[in-house]
T-cell receptor, first 112, second 115 residues
Framework: QKEVEQNSGPLSVPEGAIASLNCTYS??????FFWYRQYSGKSPELIMS????GDKEDGRFTAQLNKASQYVSLLIRDSQPSDSATYLC????????????FGKGTSLLVTP | DADVTQTPRNRITKTGKRIMLECSQT?????MYWYRQDPGLGLRLIYY???????NKGEISDGYSVSRQAQAKFSLSLESAIPNQTALYFC??????????????FGSGTQLSVL
């Protein structure tokens, strides 16, 4: 079992809809969780971080964390075609010395 | 100028050759990382270094070695390249914030092909 699991997609949503991206992780002691966005042919860039159970909102993005269920999600409201990218979930494991472990990524396609 | 610079951008080599991928940064960060990215497998950590005297293996370090020549430089070597090391390699840096703000800054990547 990979330590950080994501559905590879592609996830297709119409413009203006809510895109929901999900991630599960295996290390119950993990403390820090991140969402990176990677456009095709580009480097990943951080869009959200979350450390406590609950929701964290930043503009059109909301990260949700449920440590009991070992589940983290990213919601993108009012999806735009420019949101089309691969979204990478990353976790800092409890014994990794604070190095990030990434999931395989979910490909999101927002159609006009 | 890019804050995290990887050289070369592309490299084609033959099986058995030794190659080195270089990374330099102007961000003043202590922490540096090497990841590889394969289609369908995401980013996997090869090695990381939290300061000049600190080197740690990641999940897929076999077949690779690293050198932290200075705070700003972190190189990745393939001692004897093999075809399954064909991948996109990323160098990244981060601030020395203990687990609370691990924002990684990535280089542009090196596409390596081993024939």
């Amino acid at each position: 079992q990979k330590e950080v699991e994501q559905n590879s997609g592609p996830l297709s949503v119409p413009e203006g809809a809510i895109a929901s991206l999900n991630c599960t992780y295996s290390d119950r002691g993990s403390q820090s969780f991140f969402w990176y966005r990677q456009y095709s042919g580009k480097s990943p860039e951080l869009i959200m971080s979350i450390y406590s159970n609950g929701d964290k909102e930043d503009g059109r993005f909301t990260a949700q964390l449920n440590k009991a269920s070992q589940y983290v999600s990213l919601l993108i409201r009012d999806s735009q075609p420019s949101d089309s990218a691969t979204y990478l979930c990353a976790v800092i494991k409890s014994n990794s010395g604070y190095a990030l472990n990434f999931g395989k990524g979910t490909s999101l396609l927002v159609t006009p | 100028d890019a804050d995290v610079t990887q050289t070369p951008r592309n490299r084609i080599t033959k099986t058995g050759k030794r190659i080195m991928l270089e990374c330099s940064q102007t961000k003043g960060h202590d922490r540096m990382y090497w990841y590889r990215q394969d289609p369908g497998l995401g980013l996997r950590l090869i090695y990381y270094s939290f300061d000049v005297k600190d080197i740690n293996k990641g999940e897929i370090s076999d077949g690779y070695s690293v050198s932290r020549q200075a705070q700003a430089k972190f190189s990745l070597s393939l001692e004897s390249a093999i075809p399954n090391q064909t991948a996109l390699y990323f160098c990244a840096t981060s601030d020395n914030q203990e687990g609370t703000n691990e924002k990684l800054f990535f280089g542009s990547g090196t596409q390596l092909s081993v024939l």
